[in-house]
């Protein structure tokens, strides 16, 4: 019953920026909502997570480049990034779960209820 689709990754070269959204469905609002990322030969890593009260936790790694929003109108979450570097290159999923952010933190990340697909991000130097 629920459903995450992410969209609006693609290839942009080192200091350029995207936009990724995920579109959701059937999830209640006091869920929070994660941006996750993976390169190839590495395990999955939190990105950036914002909870119902849109507070936001973040990586030390895209502290001050990247930005996690949601419009809860649109039922869609939004990662901005900003100042992309090749070490940004991955798969990025968003994922949710009725626990807050810093639980999921406190958790390592692990067990998070719904994933989307993903989306692929290449970033070029």
């Known amino acids: 019953q629920v459903h995450l689709v992410e969209s609006g990754g693609g290839w942009v070269q080192a200091g350029g920026s995207l936009r990724l959204s995920c579109a959701a469905s059937?999830?209640?609002?006091?869920?929070?909502m994660n941006w996750f990322h993976q390169s190839p030969g590495k395990r999955r890593e939190g990105v950036a997570c914002?909870?119902?009260?849109?507070?936001?936790t973040y990586a030390d790694s895209v502290k001050g480049r990247f930005t996690i929003s949601k419009d809860n109108a649109k039922n869609t979450l939004y990662l901005q990034m900003n100042s992309l570097k090749p070490e940004d290159t991955a798969v990025y999923y968003c994922?949710?779960?009725?626990?807050?952010?810093?639980?999921?933190?406190?958790?390592?990340?692990?067990?998070?209820?719904?994933w989307g697909q993903g989306t692929l991000v290449n970033v070029s130097s």
């Open positions: 059937g999830l209640a609002r006091t869920y929070s």
């Open positions: 994922a949710a779960d009725r626990r807050s952010c810093s639980s999921v933190v406190a958790a390592r990340y692990l067990h998070l209820e719904v």
């Open positions: 914002i909870d119902s009260d849109s507070s936001t």
